[in-house]
């Protein structure tokens, strides 16, 4: 095998080894990045939802408590809604993303919360997708059954698009391809040079 052979082999597997490495790490990293904001977000969600019962589910079903979570759904491109045992609406607001209808087949597709003793549990789904003018946007919902007053039963929903944690984790995901690119680039360099300087000196 000629000097100018092994030196690109050399070269080549060395650049490939420190690719495989870098898309590994940078896989493992992203894999945890994703989960932990997923993990920050529900806990923003479970914040929210113990604020509204701290308020009382019998205030929101007479819509006395608005103006705070006009902001909010607004702002998070969220949905509130309250509902009987029934199906039937007490309490709703939403962003302007969420028209009538895509809130409708959302709480549609939202499973019903569980009887018993895990009735007032909260409930984690992903229960809608769809893609619109502006892209694709994806749906978690958090659900809790609640208890009125009068002794009736109902459900509390926060429905919020996952938009920013898919952004957030596409532009991370760009910062780190354009880092590997640039250090195995510069990887591959120096191996260049160091092997060609190696062999330069081992014929000399």
């Keep these: 095998m000629s000097r100018r052979t092994t030196q690109s082999s050399l070269l080549r597997w060395s650049t490939c080894w420190c690719a495989i490495v870098f898309i590994v790490f940078s896989t493992v990293f992203m894999a945890a990045f994703s989960t932990a904001s997923l993990n920050s977000?529900?806990?923003?969600?479970?914040?929210?939802?113990?604020?509204?019962?701290?308020?009382?589910?019998?205030?929101?079903?007479?819509?006395?408590?608005?103006?705070?979570?006009?902001r909010y759904v607004a702002v998070t491109d969220s949905v509130i809604r309250l509902t009987d045992?029934?199906?039937?609406?007490?309490?709703?607001?939403?962003?302007?993303?969420?028209?009538?209808?895509?809130?409708?087949?959302?709480?549609?597709?939202?499973?019903?919360?569980?009887?018993?003793?895990?009735?007032?549990?909260?409930?984690?789904?992903?229960?809608?997708?769809?893609?619109?003018?502006?892209?694709?946007?994806?749906?978690?919902?958090?659900?809790?059954?609640?208890?009125?007053?009068?002794?009736?039963?109902?459900?509390?929903?926060?429905?919020?698009?996952?938009d920013p944690l898919r952004q957030d984790t596409l532009h991370m995901l760009t910062i780190f391809v354009v880092m590997d690119l640039a250090v195995v680039a510069l990887f591959a360099g120096g191996m260049y040079v160091l092997l060609r300087r190696g062999f330069s000196r081992c014929n000399g």
């Design 41 to 70: 977000y529900k806990r923003v969600m479970e914040l929210e939802m113990a604020t509204l019962l701290g308020q009382g589910v019998d205030q929101l079903a007479t819509q006395t408590v608005t103006t705070s979570w006009d």
């Design 85 to 162: 045992n029934g199906g039937n609406v007490l309490f709703q607001i939403n962003s302007p993303v969420f028209n009538s209808d895509v809130v409708q087949q959302i709480a549609n597709r939202v499973p019903p919360q569980p009887q018993g003793q895990a009735f007032s549990k909260l409930q984690w789904s992903y229960p809608y997708k769809w893609r619109d003018a502006s892209g694709f946007h994806r749906v978690i919902a958090l659900t809790e059954g609640v208890h009125f007053e009068n002794g009736a039963s109902g459900v509390l929903a926060i429905y919020s698009l996952t």
